[in-house]
């Protein structure tokens, strides 16, 4: 939930834990993508549902999967966005946040591989059979991972003030369906190499770039969840 929480806006209402996580109506903050340096905002951004399920009785054996549905972006230029300190002073503080702990689980993780060399042969015997179950579960949830996603629309809308003719424009793409599937090898040579496939199947993906467009930047998104 701290790794979620960090690009969506959780709440109890929205948010169910057990066998598998499930997100309802959630929105992306608008600081999810300030990290990537991008000149955009997120003026508007909505995950209808997530669902991750995680095999926590086989994790070495069990499939993972992730279902996403109905992911809408509307993004527009920083610069369109009115200034409002309080925002920015929290989109900031989230920036800050996601660094500090990457860092800190960059820290963690030397400390722990440190502490390991400098402890005797047998409790490095132990260690050796930790990172072994380490590298199988990682190697499983590779293998094993599922994911699905559907109906996605990102949207991209520029007043272009700067232009001679002051037209907006609106470009985005559009996607139905793309299932990312594990896949079995036939060939009995290649499994013994421990190689596996996956299927990737795209569906109904479009780009398109529309001159003088209607701008849903300039109204009111407060329905938008209906």
């Not at 179950?133 to 190697?139: G, N, P």
């Not at 499994?191 to 930047?217: C, D, H, I, M, N």
């Amino acid at each position: 939930e701290s790794h979620l929480g960090q690009y969506l806006e959780l709440s109890d209402t929205n948010i169910s834990m057990g066998s598998k996580v499930s997100l309802r109506n959630v929105r992306l903050k608008e600081s999810a993508f300030s990290e990537l340096g991008l000149p955009v905002k997120i003026l508007h951004g909505k995950v209808s549902n997530l669902e991750i399920d995680i095999p926590w009785l086989s994790p070495l054996s069990g499939s993972y999967t992730v279902l996403l549905e109905g992911l809408h972006l509307l993004l527009v230029p920083s610069s369109s966005v009115q200034y409002n300190e309080i925002e920015e002073h929290e989109s900031k503080l989230d920036v800050k946040r996601r660094q500090l702990q990457r860092a800190e689980d960059a820290r963690a993780l030397s400390e722990a591989q440190k502490e390991r060399k400098d402890q005797p042969e047998g409790v490095n015997n132990q260690n050796k059979e930790s990172d072994g179950f380490l590298q199988k579960l990682i190697a499983n949830f590779i293998k094993n991972l599922d994911v699905t996603i559907n109906k996605v629309h990102i949207r991209y809308e520029d007043r272009n003030p700067n232009s001679d003719a002051h037209k907006p424009f609106a470009a985005g793409i559009t996607l139905d369906q793309l299932l990312l599937k594990s896949s079995k090898i036939g060939d009995e040579s290649v499994k013994k190499l421990k190689l596996f496939g996956k299927l990737v199947k795209l569906s109904s993906f479009a780009v398109y770039w529309k001159p003088q467009a209607t701008l849903y930047s300039t109204k009111n998104l407060s329905h938008a969840d209906d």
